[in-house]
């Protein structure tokens, strides 16, 4: 049964870097093909993807995020860790970790999401 | 750029329900996939590689198309069914991956 669960701050100043952790289980990040993505939603709003990282250590960014995002993987603990920096009002949403079964895959297993507000 | 229309589908109980989703340039099916969201749940797949069920989806959900048009139809809508659907693009980078989304509603 393949698990992820989100955690990190639920408020983070502007300006500030924001640090989230995807702990997961029921797979590996040292299977072939796998991988783990983040997306976000803002409140009321559509999904959009951020990044995502393979077992092989691949790593995918949002264009319009990349100067921004630092995606990593600790395949010891289970867990993938996305890093944002300079945070803004307008990152405030749900941000939400999700298992790629391949690459190019769907994301078929999700988690429950977190609620991150940007607000001084 | 994946765009969905229309943005709000009524419909009642027992109806058919069409959803499209528009690429602004060719995507393989094999990248094509369909979520559900229900307000305050994560999104849920239901349809990967433009028409293959994902597990424990019922056979009311199908999905169709090819190259830059594709379509998400639910044969009779049950009460479940009233959510918002995403479509979203695994092969490219470039623009919004995700949809807008169709929110289907209780007419």
Known sequence: QITLKESGPTLVRPTQTLTLTCTFSGFSLNTSGVGVGWMRQPPGKALEWCALIYWDDEKRYSPTLRSRLTITKDTSKNQVVLRMTNMDPVDTATYYCAHRPYRKGPYDYWGQGTLVTVSS | ?107
Do not use: N
């Open chain 2, 1 to 107: 750029v994946m765009t969905q229309s229309p943005g709000t589908l009524s419909l009642s109980p027992g109806e058919r329900a069409t959803l499209s989703c528009r690429a602004s340039q060719s995507v393989s099916s094999s990248y094509l996939a369909w979520y559900q969201q229900k307000p305050g749940q994560a999104p849920r797949l239901l349809i990967y590689a433009a028409s293959s069920r994902a597990t424990g989806i019922p056979d009311r959900f199908s999905g169709s198309g090819s190259g830059t048009d594709f379509t998400l139809t639910i044969s009779r809508l049950e009460p479940e069914d009233f959510a918002v659907y995403y479509c979203h693009q695994s092969g490219s980078l470039v623009g919004r991956t995700f949809g807008q989304g169709t929110k289907v509603e209780i007419k």
